[in-house]
Nanobody, 116 residues
Framework: QVRLVESGGGLVQPGGSLRLSCAAS????????MGWYRRAPGKQRELIAA???????KVEDSVKGRFTISRDHAKNIMYLDMNNLKPEDTATYYC??????????WGQGTQVTVSS
């Protein structure tokens, strides 16, 4: 079984910053590429940042220059550093494998709300 636990969300004002953390148990880190996903109200879940199996990273255009994905390999923790947050970043954020066929289950996510 795989357990995914996201943390670090909260309520912040526009322009603020947050660091999200993802801890996982089971065989997922080090085996598959990992990513951060988010689901905004009324929208489908989308991949916004990815760390591929070769160690390279990619981010979606909507967060490019503001969000950074990283991983602590020794502790098996993945991070999403979020800067210059905007109201449109409001969403529930999830971490998971990039291979959703092999790992189709999701954690509870962590809520990020950006509002004045």
């Amino acid at each position: 079984q795989v357990r995914l636990v996201e943390s670090g969300g909260g309520l912040v004002q526009p322009g603020g910053s947050l660091r999200l953390s993802c801890a996982a148990s089971g065989s997922i880190f080090g085996v598959n590429g990992m990513g951060w996903y988010r689901r905004a109200p009324g929208k489908q879940r989308e991949l916004i940042a990815a760390m591929l199996i070769d160690g390279s990273t990619k981010v979606e255009d909507s967060v490019k220059g503001r969000f950074t994905i990283s991983r602590d390999h020794a502790k098996n923790i993945m991070y999403l550093d979020m800067n210059n947050l905007k109201p449109e970043d409001t969403a529930t954020y999830y971490c998971n494998s990039l291979n959703l066929v092999r790992f189709p289950n999701w954690g509870q996510g962590t809520q990020v709300t950006v509002s004045s």
